[in-house]
Each structure stands twice: as C-alpha cells, then as structure tokens.
Nanobody
Framework: QVQLVESGGSTVQAGGSLRLSCVAS????????LAWFRQAPGQEREFVAA????????YLADSVKGRFTISRDNAKNLVYLQMNSLKPEDTAVYYC?????????????????WGQGTQVTVSS
C-alpha cells in the first residue's frame, strides 16, 4: 500500500501563489508516477500535473501551463505543486495520486492511490 498525504491548501487572493505538498509513504516501487488532480463542486475530477519517479519527466494540463510547476524531492518522497498567478477558477479540492509505471496519464481511473485532498480557494 502507498499512503499519500497532501498539505498546503489555503485561501488566497487572485494573482497570489500557493505551494502544495504531498508526501508518499508505504510500499513504493522503483518506478511510479505522482500526479495532482483537482475537483470543484459539481464537476468531474480534473488532471492538473504529473511527474515520473525516478526519471523526473513532467506533464501539465494546458489550463495551468505557465502558472503551475510540479517538482519532487527524492530524499523526502515529496512532490510539490507550485501554483502562481492563481485564478478564481483554480478553486477546488486538490488531490495527490499515485500509479505504478512511468507513463504519464491524465485519467483518474489509471491511478491506484489517492490522498484525502486539500482545499484551495482563490478569491476575486
């Protein structure tokens, strides 16, 4: 089993920044993908960004390219989502997810493990 715990969610004004963190623990395999998804009320869960472990390749959704960055700290089993130039439409619960392998996918059903989520609210 892999356990994922997110932190860093908060309320911020439009144009501001936040950094989300996700720590992975438990039985982690040598190759896996960590990703961020988000879900706003009444909407489907949406892919945000993913990073491969250990290779480090990344993929971001078009809606966040140029504003968000995904990175990792190998020694601490941490993955970060740096969010800049936040917009009200970024408001959602942000989830960390993990899957085995190296293929960066955007479909929630491809991911085997999920964190509990952290709320991000962007006020206008």
């Amino acid at each position: 089993q892999v356990q994922l715990v997110e932190s860093g969610g908060s309320t911020v004004q439009a144009g501001g920044s936040l950094r989300l963190s996700c720590v992975a623990s438990g039985h982690t395999f040598s190759s896996y993908v960590l990703a961020w998804f988000r879900q706003a009320p009444g909407q489907e869960r949406e892919f945000v960004a993913a990073i491969a472990w250990p290779g480090g390749s990344t993929y971001l959704a078009d809606s966040v390219k140029g504003r968000f960055t995904i990175s990792r700290d190998n020694a601490k089993n941490l993955v970060y989502l740096q969010m800049n130039s936040l917009k009200p439409e970024d408001t959602a619960v942000y989830y960390c997810a993990a899957k085995y392998g190296v293929l960066l996918t955007t479909t929630p059903d491809d991911y085997d493990y999920w964190g509990q989520g952290t709320q991000v609210t962007v006020s206008s």
